[in-house]
């Protein structure tokens, strides 16, 4: 966890013991990190409209909270990140979930993998001298991906 992270869930935890305190029996503990101030859980509709509103004001393309749970495995497993991890951080049960739920997105990964290995094949000598595969997979992918060409 960032230190970044931790510091909110600090404060997060601190209000919610101040309106605890405040309110006394009128609090009820949901549970939830992010909750109304009385403790209830806060209307999911109202999280789905506010992130809407964010990224409408911010002009990113249409993007949902789920779409931004998939981008988050997506992208961890372009960085090389392993599905373990992935799956943990996901709150998966196990990592078979993860692939079955991901399947689709790895697939594309592995086809772009599998480009890169090819375009190694073909010129990699040629254009490389010197350098091991991981290296021309580095050069060829940019900063974005060591997987993608």
Known sequence: MSPFLEELLWKVQGTQIDQRDYLEDGWVNSG??????????????????????????????H???HGLRHQFATAAREAGIEMDIISKNLGHASVATTLDIYAH???????????????????GSDMLDGFDLLSFVFVRSGIDSAIRC
């Open 32 to 61: 939830y990190v992010f909750s109304q101030p009385d403790g209830k859980p806060i209307d999911p509709d109202l999280i789905t409209k506010a992130f809407n509103n964010m990224v409408e004001e911010i002009g990113v393309p």
């Open 105 to 123: 997105s790895f697939q594309t990964l592995k086809s772009n993998a599998n480009e890169c290995l090819g375009d190694w094949m073909d010129h």
């Open 63 to 65: 993007l949902t909270p």
